[in-house]
């Protein structure tokens, strides 16, 4: 059979011989000539045979056994090239410290969402592309291989994680340094379809021998290492054994408070806030409790940080506030008059959807939005206090009041409060309690009254406990007051009920 290529190669020669042949007369001439020509045809195609022949008998890529030590996603050596790294590595140098990095790709879901399956495949190419670039003057690091004379020092796990296996030599620190490089240096927005993807590497390191000599041991405390890093952000990457207890243990815990979630084990209890002067009821501050089946009334100390860690608070706090609009809207019809006040944590303040949810609240129930207070905790404006003052600029055009809570614990400035658009600043428990005691307290009390008079802003006391505070904050100009002097928190539902009873019993 002769292929396109030998075809190719017999036309240029036949129409290189032609017009020399139409200058031949004699008749010997053209008979050998058309001989040569014929052998030479034969040795070319004998020559291009076997060249085919020897290319088949050249050996292929073996691509199965190539997959069976790459990704086939990202086509970085997977796990067991590495395991299998590894057997050789400390059977030649046991002695050795080492440190397993493990990186994952946050936010990569979005990422799929947005892009489909295939092309969010070839971003995670890319990214571990990039990462294994920032590695190429690293020669303490393990490499597989040589591609394009670039080494390849990373390790594709699987899914979205990846592994680097270093060399710390005498200084274990190494590792969390180069770690902490590269998830400032990796994730560099990348723009797709127009959109700017963002993504973060969060990362944990287990050291060989210290943490385990086995792989599969010192996978899983990396592992640990990076669930913590996640939980509790910014603090180290390195794993430390307590974690083993504490994650068993968290672990429990977030199970129970999801089903807690489900199974509505979680109740809202009121406090009333009062004008101290005449007893009148001016709000209701809403705090949760978590009804436990076997540790009975948990304080939201017990388990909201959690919540927060988990990524439930927002939906804990939507919860919460249609609980709150709900009964604002059984006042009403009660005739009943008070606000309500809900507490909104500082992740909640980056929900860009919790003003349209509200809107939707209020329209739902038929509310006036003036008649729920928001209480934002000073501190919770630290984090990102431009995006948290956005927000709370949007809450206010939407009509509700805000408070700053648990005042004077925080470093909010002067300059800093004067731009917030609050009505009321929340005085902390722990000034108010002992005000009575205190000379120190008092004197916070007394300077946070005046800023707040000159700033045209109202202040609410927490942790009223006796007649004594009550009559020193009258005195020094505070008039609203919450605390056990009043009432301990109780069921909300029991609220219009309560109402009317001390209605009835504190006229006017
Ligand atoms: P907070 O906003 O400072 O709430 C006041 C806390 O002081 C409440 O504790 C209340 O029971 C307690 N308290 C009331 N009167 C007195 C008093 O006279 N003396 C003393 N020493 N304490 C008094 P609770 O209910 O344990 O709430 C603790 C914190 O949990 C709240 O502090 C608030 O920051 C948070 N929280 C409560 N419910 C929610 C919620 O639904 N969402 C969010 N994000 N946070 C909530
Ligand atoms: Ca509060
Ligand atoms: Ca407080």
Redesign the pocket.
């Known amino acids: 059979m002769i292929s396109g290529f030998d075809r190719l190669l017999v036309l240029g020669l036949f129409t290189a011989s032609a017009p020399a042949m139409a200058e031949q007369t004699g008749p010997a001439l053209p008979v050998t000539l058309l001989l040569l020509l014929l052998l030479l045809l034969a040795v070319i195609y004998i020559v291009a045979l076997k060249f085919r022949l020897w290319r088949a008998l050249q050996p292929k890529p073996d691509m199965q056994g190539f997959y069976s030590l790459h990704d086939d996603v990202s086509g970085f050596p997977n796990k067991f090239a590495l395991q299998r790294k590894l057997d050789e590595l400390l059977k030649s140098a046991p002695e050795q410290n080492y440190a397993l990095i493990l990186l994952k790709v946050e936010q990569f879901d979005q990422i799929n969402q947005l892009l489909g399956h295939s092309n969010s495949n070839l971003i995670l190419a890319q990214i571990a592309q990039r990462i294994n670039d920032k590695l190429a003057d690293e020669n303490k690091i393990l490499t597989y291989e040589y591609r394009q004379q670039q080494p390849v020092r990373l390790c594709h796990l699987g899914s979205v994680d990846f592994a680097i296996w270093l060399d710390v030599g005498s200084q274990p620190a190494r590792a969390e340094f180069l770690a902490r490089q590269l998830q400032q240096s990796v994730p560099q927005p990348m723009l797709v379809h127009g959109c700017a993807i963002d993504y973060h590497l969060a990362a944990g390191i287990s050291l060989y021998p210290e943490h385990g000599t086995q792989f599969s041991e010192l996978l899983e405390r990396a592992y640990l290492a990076l669930q913590h890093f996640q939980w509790r952000r910014g603090e180290g990457l390195l794993f430390n054994p307590q974690m083993i207890h504490y994650t068993t243990e968290k672990l429990a815990l977030m199970a129970e408070l999801r089903q807690a979630i489900d199974e509505n084990q979680l109740v809202?209890?009121v406090?009333p806030q009062m004008a101290m002067r005449n007893r009148q009821v001016l709000a209701g501050?809403?705090?949760?409790?978590w009804r436990h089946p076997k540790k009975g009334l948990l304080?939201?100390?017990a388990f909201?940080a959690l919540a927060e860690e988990m990524g439930v608070?927002y939906p804990?706090?939507l919860w919460?506030l249609e609980q709150a609009i709900k009964s604002i809207a059984s006042l009403t019809e009660q005739q009943l008059v008070s606000r309500i006040a809900?507490?909104?944590?500082s992740k909640?303040l980056l929900q860009e959807e919790l003003v349209e949810a509200l809107e939707q609240l209020f329209a739902k129930y038929q509310v006036k939005p003036q008649l729920l207070m928001l209480?934002v905790?000073e501190n919770a404006l630290l984090a990102e206090p431009l995006r948290a003052m956005a927000m709370m600029q949007r809450l206010h055009r939407l009509g509700v009041e805000l408070v700053l809570?648990?005042f004077g614990t925080g470093f909010s400035s002067l300059a800093y409060l004067r731009q917030l658009p609050i009505k009321y600043v929340?005085v902390?428990?722990s000034f108010i309690?002992e005000l009575h005691k205190t000379e120190a307290h008092v004197a916070i009390t007394g300077a946070i009254i005046d800023m707040a008079r000159n700033l045209g802003l109202g202040v609410i006391a927490?942790?009223?406990?006796g007649a004594e505070v009550e009559d020193k904050l009258l005195r020094m100009g505070c008039s609203r007051g919450?605390?056990?002097?009043y009432s301990?928190?109780f069921e909300l539902t029991g609220f219009p009920a309560w109402l009317r009873q001390w209605q009835q019993r504190h006229p006017g």
């Open positions: 809202l209890f406090q501050e809403v705090l949760i409790r304080a939201p100390e909201l608070i804990l706090t919460v809900v507490n909104i944590s909640d209480e905790s809570d648990d929340k902390d428990c309690s927490e942790g009223v406990e919450q605390g056990f002097w301990q928190p």
